[in-house]
Nanobody, 123 residues
Framework: QAQLQESGGGLVHAGDSLRLSCVAS????????MAWFRRTPGTERVCVAI????????FHANFVQGRFTISRDNAKNTIYLQMDKMKPEDTAVYYC????????????????WGQGTQVTVSA
């Protein structure tokens, strides 16, 4: 099994920054690609960013381009999501996820999930 644990969520104001962390444990070798998703009430989870285990492939969704940055530290089995210039519409529960199914934004292709961390951005 593999476990993912997010941290770093909280309440910020518009324009502020926040950094989320996700520590992986267990079957690390099953996590070729790790990603951040987010979900707002009543909606499906949406992919925010993806990073390959070696860090040589990175994807950011259009709606966070230029504001959010995904990165990883393999020595710590951790990925990060640096969120800058935050907006109220970034308010969501953010989830860390992992897959060995290749590059995909399809939530159904991710077999490992963290429990999520709440991020709230006030106007």
């Amino acid at each position: 099994q593999a476990q993912l644990q997010e941290s770093g969520g909280g309440l910020v104001h518009a324009g502020d920054s926040l950094r989320l962390s996700c520590v992986a444990s267990g079957r690390i070798e099953s996590m070729d690609y790790m990603a951040w998703f987010r979900r707002t009430p009543g909606t499906e989870r949406v992919c925010v960013a993806i990073i390959h285990r070696l860090g040589d492939y990175i994807f950011h969704a259009n709606f966070v381009q230029g504001r959010f940055t995904i990165s990883r530290d393999n020595a710590k089995n951790t990925i990060y999501l640096q969120m800058d210039k935050m907006k109220p519409e970034d308010t969501a529960v953010y989830y860390c996820a992992a897959t060995s199914s290749g590059i995909t934004t399809d939530v159904n292709q991710y077999m490992f999930w963290g429990q999520g961390t709440q991020v709230t951005v006030s106007a």
